[in-house]
């Protein structure tokens, strides 16, 4: 099992910026794929952004101003979220999987979610 913890989450202007983390535990070695989905109220959960080793994939909605990357010697995945818009409000979830495919088509494992909300 691989538990993960996120944090950093809160409220911010549009435009302004937050950094989350996610603390991964357990059996980490086998969670080669971290990353980041979202899901706003009334909507589906999203991709946000991925870190696999050492390549990095995002959503479009999110390229250019949003970062993710991770210490593997604190197990932790980060993203960086700058120039934050309205339209970024939603629950951040961090999810880890044994590669990238699995984890933008079917995440192994799921933290318990981040509110993350954008003033305008």
């Known amino acids: 099992q691989v538990q993960l913890v996120e944090s950093g989450g809160g409220l911010v202007q549009a435009g302004g910026s937050l950094r989350l983390s996610c603390a991964a535990s357990g059996r980490t070695f086998s969670m080669h794929a971290m990353g980041w989905f979202r899901q706003a109220p009334e909507k589906e959960r999203e991709f946000v952004a991925a870190?696999?080793?050492?390549?990095?994939n995002y959503a479009d909605s999110v390229k250019g101003r949003f970062t993710i990357s991770r210490d593997n010697a604190k197990n932790t995945v980060y993203l960086q979220m700058n120039s934050l818009k309205p339209e970024d409000t939603a629950v951040y979830y961090c999810a880890a999987g044994s590669s990238l495919n699995q984890l933008r088509a079917h995440p192994g494992f799921w933290g318990q979610g981040t509110q993350v909300t954008v003033s305008s």
């Open positions: 870190y696999s080793g050492g390549s990095t």
